[in-house]
């Protein structure tokens, strides 16, 4: 009888530990979220505002006619001379050498011929057109003036009045020359021993 109970409280035992077994919930172990694995793309570092790229400025080259810059000087040459032929005639008169007078007003004519031929072979260049113009006006002035004063020289008394205002002339266009002179000079253009400047009338 002792024995009966016993297996039979052993029984009861074992049958509740298998009964608590079954009910609690089976627990898996999952890896920490540090752990995982994740995938990414790298990338290199961001450039800021002083590494952009500047824009390229691409450099600026005039295309001068061959044999204009040749050309031009040596036209240039005869209208500095008869510049300052223009100057010394009326310099001459004032002082009462007329035979000193006659000649350089004679040099003046000559000289103007002289650089009105050269200006015809003088090729095309549009970016020196206006200092074209101009050393056209100026030659223009200076051919009309010596022609007045060798008039004068031959007794035409009323042709020194014609020919001081044509030298009037001649001073008032001289400032707006030689500024297209200047803008000539910065596209290249530069003669040898002679600066692209002529000279000014003094009052």
């Not at 009964?19 to 570092?45: D, H, K, M, Q, Y």
């Not at 204009?68 to 001459?92: H, K, P, T, Y």
């Not at 200047?182 to 600066?195: F, S, T, V, Y």
Request: with cysteine; proline share 6%; hydrophobic share 40%.
């Amino acid at each position: 009888m002792t024995l009966t109970r016993s297996v039979l409280t052993c029984l009861a035992l074992l049958i509740a530990v298998t009964a608590i077994g079954c009910n609690e919930p089976s627990s898996s172990v999952r890896p920490s979220s540090s752990l995982l694995e994740v995938e990414f793309t790298p990338r290199g570092p961001t450039p800021g505002p002083d590494e952009t790229d500047e824009a390229t400025q691409e450099p600026t080259f005039v295309a001068i006619p061959v044999g204009w810059d040749d050309s031009f000087c040596a036209i240039f040459a005869d209208v500095a001379v008869g510049q300052e032929l223009a100057v010394d005639i009326e310099r001459a008169i004032k002082e009462e050498n007329f035979r000193d007078a006659r000649g350089l007003a004679r040099d003046l004519r000559n000289i103007t011929e002289d650089a009105a031929g050269l200006m015809e072979g003088l090729p095309e260049w549009e970016d020196a057109a206006d200092a074209t113009a101009k050393v056209t006006a100026m030659l223009d002035l200076y051919g009309r003036a010596a022609t007045e004063y060798l008039a004068y020289f031959n007794e035409e008394t009323r042709s020194l009045r014609r020919a001081r205002n044509l030298r009037r002339q001649i001073s008032r266009a001289t400032p707006g020359a030689n500024e297209t002179f200047a803008e000539l000079e910065m596209l290249g253009i530069a003669c040898d021993d002679q600066p692209l400047v002529i000279e000014e009338f003094k009052p």
